[in-house]
């Protein structure tokens, strides 16, 4: 694995629940027990003197109509120099637990206008984009397709025109599923990776950047 970022550099996760994974939202150095933890501490022990700071600042249950208007605080003002962004699944999920539907143009407008203030006040930050996913570990899952695959289809034509890298985690985990594991052992409701779930994220993520 070759060095990605320069010293002083500031690495921003950001996302919802998958990426929150229960850190400590009172301390910036807390990053959860996913995959950013897993990221930074591949790279903690790859280069000891780095001086790259990582922040987490995933929310769960955020849409992306959460991470605009928590955008001043918790992406302008951090001034990351990498940014990834992995959002959309609860912008599917509400429509079938709270009948709550976020339409597919409002998602990709709102996603959008996210992405353009991000060029925006942020021009030197490279951009990583993650899609969303769901896997069929409970039966329900299998009639999300249907809200969360134009989403998913959102996510890749904004990256065409925003992103300096893509994760197309959706085709990923399906292609980990097939060869590899089950859907429970990578993510026991569909949604939320278990250990093996994230570690395919951060294995992916170094990959792409590397």
Known sequence: MKKIFKK????????DSITDCGRDRNDLTSLGGGY???????YNTLYQDHGVTFINK????????????RYDNDFKAIKPDFLSILIGINDT????????????????DNYRI????????????????????????????????EDLDPKIHVVRELAKEYADYYLPMDGIFAKAEVEQYTCVEIAGD?????PIGHNIIAQEYIKALS
């Open 8 to 15: 002083g550099e500031v690495v921003l996760f950001q996302g």
């Open 36 to 42: 950013p933890k897993v990221i930074a501490e591949l």
């Open 58 to 69: 995933g929310i769960s249950g955020n849409r992306v109509t959460d991470l605009l208007n």
């Open 93 to 108: 999920w509400r429509r079938y637990d709270n009948n709550d539907p976020t339409s597919t143009k409002d998602f990709a």
């Open 114 to 145: 996210l992405l353009e203030k991000v060029k925006k006040d942020l021009p030197d930050c490279k951009l990583m984009l993650i899609e969303p996913f769901v896997l069929y570990s409970l039966l329900d899952r299998r009639t999300w397709r």
């Open 190 to 194: 569909g949604v939320h990776p278990s």
